[in-house]
């Protein structure tokens, strides 16, 4: 961006990358735009905080604050259809009919704990480097290349395992 930050350019600029992290994060997408409506919330709150320079880093903290929230809010809530739909198991033959490569990254990633989901979500999929990640998260740079390569395997276990298949 250049020029002095205003919350409409903040987000004109990075609205798909908010959505897209809230999402990988663990935020359902029924509820995806709330809580990005939160994270705008908040960047308006804090729009002077904001490193011109920096602008994902910050908005991927308060998306991560923002995420953790919703996914404590809907370990509580009561489905209309009694948690059915998450009690549903998923054959291995019908697996890759059920569900669509986006559905089964985002299934993937919620099996990943929180340090090592982001890392791989901040290295793999929105191309940060590992030192702008180990800044971000004031983790030493071999913690975050550590957290890389068990990520991985996890996330490769996980996505066999949803596939219905044995690694």
């Known amino acids: 961006m250049t020029g002095p930050l205003t919350l409409e350019g903040l987000f004109a600029e990075h609205l798909d990358f908010v959505l897209r992290s809230l999402l990988r994060l663990g935020v359902s997408a029924r ?14 709150q804090g729009l002077a905080q904001i490193d011109p320079a ?40 019908n697996v890759l009919e059920q569900l669509s490569a986006r559905e089964l990254v985002h299934r993937a990633l919620d099996e990943l704990p929180l340090e090592r ?6 290295y793999e999929m929105e191309g940060m480097t590992l030192a702008e990640i180990a800044e971000l998260s004031s983790a030493p740079l071999q913690t975050v290349a550590g957290r890389l390569r068990k990520a991985r395997l996890e996330f490769a276990d996980a996505v066999t395992k949803l596939e219905g298949g044995s690694r």
């Open 31 to 44: 509820d995806v735009e709330d809580a990005a409506q939160q994270v705008l919330w908040v960047a308006h």
């Open 54 to 93: 920096r602008p994902r880093a910050w908005l991927w903290g308060v998306a991560r604050r923002v995420a953790s929230d919703h996914r404590a809010l809907a370990r509580h809530r009561v489905e209309l259809d009694g948690g059915a739909s998450q009690d549903r198991q998923i054959s291995p033959e």
């Open 117 to 122: 989901r982001e890392v791989l979500i901040l």
